[in-house]
């Protein structure tokens, strides 16, 4: 736990920040929770005001101030339409991190951040035991979409999910390390923790496509977590701990740009790292900065510096029905989204059509869909009636947690659209 004068430090820093919102109610208009539940609280607007009273509030109700910050979706959708320019999202990030230093973390979190995630070998053995077990717990549910749900009833497994894949990336294709090839560039690849033990075909996509480019890759041994589970849950002391964890690796990698497929990590690595990462000497932090400023996403990596696509290919009459959702932290965040288009259509049998609001918040929003999975489930399903509407027999993404979630979203439904990261699709194509 902070000590009451660092507490005091980070509330009084919180206030300066908050000075900045005027109370418009643009975030209403374009927030995906608000949408739902129509509550003035779950709204960044209502969440600003609560915090404004922040050290009064949280020692008179902390478990309340906690409850009502902890409805948030941490998609950006606030931020990104601001008038005003308020870094919302650093600021609940950091106003959870204040929480948790004043109320302490709870034993179940601090279990699995600290005893687990925060010990990236151990994790990864862990998981491995949990694949090879699940299949007591879990049963398939939908051939298509690969999606399982649970044996017995649970209320934390009412949904169709992704099961642990049986052989992790990692161990799948150990440390890699190639030279480079024509294009004279080398990358660190981010693999990220959903890829490598829920989808590693896509990790294997992006070593396929950074082959098929002459690009050498990277992936440095006992890479960690990026560490937004534990910094969205206001455990600092994890995520400080996972930053330089990576960063030490990566740096020794020597490389011209680091990638990732992951969306969430892209936007953590870029934005989070060298804004929220604490206690970090001065030349730790300007090598977290350096790392973080040439970290792409695979996307905006193969367009902007390798320039594929660029080129309009006749329309196809005949093809796979394409569709694409923006995930949040790459179009809100970081202002991605033609890139991802341009990987996809640069596979000559995808037809892309656009689903109506592509940027529209799937509702996964990381442990949120855990704890508060009724009204994440809403907002999952207009995302999954407007892929239906499209009558494509695909929708990408740019985000696992965006392709866990509308998994579920469409095994539920019925539907026979398949989930796939856009760098699959670009991969297929080629020879």
């Known amino acids: 736990m902070y000590d009451m004068k660092k507490l005091a430090g980070l509330v009084k820093e919180l206030e300066d920040q908050l000075v900045v919102c005027m109370r418009c109610g643009m975030c209403q208009a374009v927030c995906p929770v608000f949408a739902e539940t129509g509550r003035e609280a779950d709204v960044a607007r209502g969440k600003l005001a609560l915090l404004e009273g922040l050290a009064q509030e949280m020692f008179q109700d902390p478990e309340g101030v906690n409850d009502r910050l902890g409805r948030c979706l941490l998609c950006g959708s606030c931020a990104a339409n601001c008038p005003s320019g308020v870094n919302v999202m650093d600021i609940f990030l950091k106003a959870r991190a204040i929480l948790t230093g004043y109320m302490g973390l709870h034993p179940l979190k601090k279990a699995i951040f600290r005893g687990m995630l925060a010990r990236p070998e151990f994790f990864d053995r862990l998981m491995e035991w949990g694949s090879k077990l699940q299949g007591i717990f879990v049963k398939p549910v939908d051939d298509l979409l690969g999606t399982s749900c649970a044996r017995f009833v649970s209320p934390l497994l009412d949904r169709h999910f992704k099961a642990l894949a049986p052989v992790p990336f990692h161990k799948s294709n150990g440390r890699v390390n190639t030279p480079s090839g024509a294009s004279g560039l080398r990358v660190g690849f981010f693999v990220g923790c959903v890829i490598d033990k829920v989808f590693p075909w896509v990790g294997e996509a992006v070593l396929r496509v950074m082959e098929h480019h002459g690009v050498g890759v990277v992936i440095p041994k006992d890479w960690g977590c990026c560490g937004i589970p534990a910094l969205s849950s206001g455990d600092s002391q994890t995520f400080n701990r996972l930053v330089r964890h990576n960063a030490r690796r990566f740096l020794s990698a020597r490389v011209d740009y680091i990638v990732t497929a992951c969306a969430t990590c892209t936007s953590t690595i870029r934005k989070l790292w060298p804004t929220l990462a604490e206690d970090l000497s001065a030349e730790e932090w300007e090598q977290v900065k350096g790392i973080a400023e040439k970290t792409l996403d695979v996307g905006q990596f193969l367009v902007d510096i390798l320039h594929l696509g660029g080129q309009e290919k006749e329309s196809a009459r005949e093809g796979v029905g394409v569709t694409y959702h923006d995930p949040c932290h790459l179009k809100k965040s970081l202002g991605i989204a033609a890139q991802p288009r341009e990987v996809i259509k640069a596979n000559p049998s995808a037809v892309l059509r656009e689903m109506a609001e592509p940027d529209r918040c799937c509702g996964c929003g990381g442990s949120f869909n855990l704890q508060h999975y009724d009204i994440s489930a ?54």
């Open 378 to 431: 809403a907002i999952g399903r207009r995302k999954r009636d407007d892929i239906a509407r499209t009558g494509c027999s695909v929708v990408a993404t740019g985000c696992p947690a965006c392709m866990l979630q509308i998994s579920d979203m469409l095994s539920q439904a019925g539907d026979r659209v398949q989930v796939k990261h856009f760098i699959e699709i670009y991969a297929e194509s080629l020879a």
